[in-house]
């Protein structure tokens, strides 16, 4: 198999959607040898958004502390090899390939696309002998599928609204499933990258199950030292970071934070890496709501007034995400990733009130006109592409992407 095979090969799991549950995970890594045992100390991270840029400043914590680390995230902007990181490189297309033969061999063709990708991160993660796995939980929590692991310490940053239609239409509803990871015994970090109503429920969850709770607050906030990622949600992240390093016993090397960086959040590319041409350009997933009011948030802290090309997927709160971002930018030109989950570009202006380009490069070429800084948000998707034509980044030769949640 080559790593365009495997590629071909998920893609067809995508025809299963999301299906919540942990009966199948567990029935594959018995096949395995559970090699969800082998991960090391395993931090696991939830939340609504903050999750990604959590899962980096932890890694880098532990790593600055001596530890070898690995990651398993989701989802990735380009390279479906993003997701699974070995001492801060992407893992190898023969590490990952190895890995799909062997969860292939046990069944996994029976799984859906995200639990076929979580066998094959455990599987390879394993083998590597780490000493600590950040896990991202992928949706949820309670029935996610890196939910079979036996957590050293787990993460909330924060709950809002997201996914309503599988996790719940209310808040209490999510951040009870987003609580799901808690366990007993052990220490539960109630980050401060969410909505407030939903710190009780996760603090009540994590009594409940006999966890360790810990609730980050405004003294700890205020205590993070100097953050390499722009705003103050990434200052409320990197407290819950410094939280989980702390409860796996591991020092705090605080200049550790200053280093970090995680592509499509506040991802600054400044010329000569544009084309001739284009001013600097900001590159920032925003997926939802609450997302694209922290990123508003930071665009202030940082005096940035940018043109906005903005693409969003038709299942999101649009007109919520525009709310919250065309107060904070000058002008609006609507697109789409290239995707069918992607809204129509005239429809999305006119909820934006901006006009429209039928792709990015043509998105790209109307904000130019401006000659003022660009934002490109609201979809990981379109800052996916946009670091492939951009910056070169690692593309996959086949799109294959998570099915939508539904």
């Known amino acids: 198999m080559t790593y365009a095979d495997l590629l071909a090969q ?3 799991a995508r025809r299963f959607g999301v299906v919540l549950g942990l009966d199948r ?5 018995d096949e395995l040898g559970r090699p969800d045992r082998r ?4 931090v696991h991270v939830g939340g609504t958004n ?7 400043m932890i890694a880098a914590l532990a790593a600055a502390a001596g530890r070898r680390v690995a990651t398993y995230t989701s989802p990735h902007l380009s390279c479906l090899r993003e997701r699974i990181t070995i001492d801060g490189e992407l893992i190898s297309e023969a590490a990952i390939v190895a890995a799909a033969q062997r969860v292939r061999a046990a069944g996994g063709d029976a799984l859906t696309f995200f639990e076929q990708l979580t066998a094959i991160a455990m599987l390879a993660i394993a083998d590597a002998g780490v000493g600590v796995t950040v896990l991202e939980v992928g949706l949820g929590g309670r029935l996610d599928a890196t939910n079979v692991v036996d957590p050293a310490v787990a993460v909330v940053t924060g709950v809002a609204l997201d996914h309503e239609a599988i996790l719940g239409d209310t808040l209490a509803k999510i951040a009870a499933e987003k609580a799901g990871i808690w366990k007993p015994g052990r220490p539960a970090i109630v980050g401060a990258s969410g909505l407030a109503e939903a710190v009780p429920v996760l603090v009540d969850a994590a009594r409940t199950v006999g966890a360790q709770v810990t609730v980050i607050d405004d003294a700890a906030v205020a205590a993070v030292p100097p953050v390499g990622l722009p705003g103050p949600h990434q200052r409320r992240n990197a407290a819950a970071a410094i939280a989980a390093v702390r409860a796996l016993g591991a020092p705090v090397v605080a200049a550790a934070l200053a280093g970090v960086r995680h ?3 506040y991802e600054v590319i400044a010329p000569p890496a544009t084309p001739s041409g284009v001013p600097r350009i900001i590159l920032d997933g925003a ?12 665009l202030r802290e940082r005096g940035e007034h940018p043109v906005l090309v903005v693409a969003v997927s038709a299942d999101k709160d649009v007109a919520a995400i525009a709310g919250a971002l065309v107060p904070a930018v000058r002008a609006v030109i609507a697109t789409r990733y290239q995707q069918d989950r992607a809204m129509d570009p005239a429809a999305l202006a006119a909820v934006f009130g901006g006009t429209a380009a039928p792709d990015l490069r043509a998105a790209l070429a109307a904000a130019a006109v ?17 670091r492939t034509l951009l910056l070169g980044a690692p593309t996959d030769p086949m799109l294959v992407t998570d099915p939508p949640a539904r």
């Open 10 to 12: 998920l893609y067809p």
């Open 25 to 29: 995970m567990r029935a594959i890594l």
């Open 39 to 42: 991960l090391g100390a395993i």
């Open 50 to 56: 903050g999750k990604g840029s959590t899962v980096a």
């Open 263 to 265: 592509p499509g959040r």
């Open 287 to 298: 997926h939802n709501p609450h997302g694209a009011a922290a990123l508003a948030e930071a």
């Open 370 to 386: 401006h000659h003022a800084p660009i934002l490109v948000a609201g979809s990981l998707f379109l800052v996916g592409e946009a």
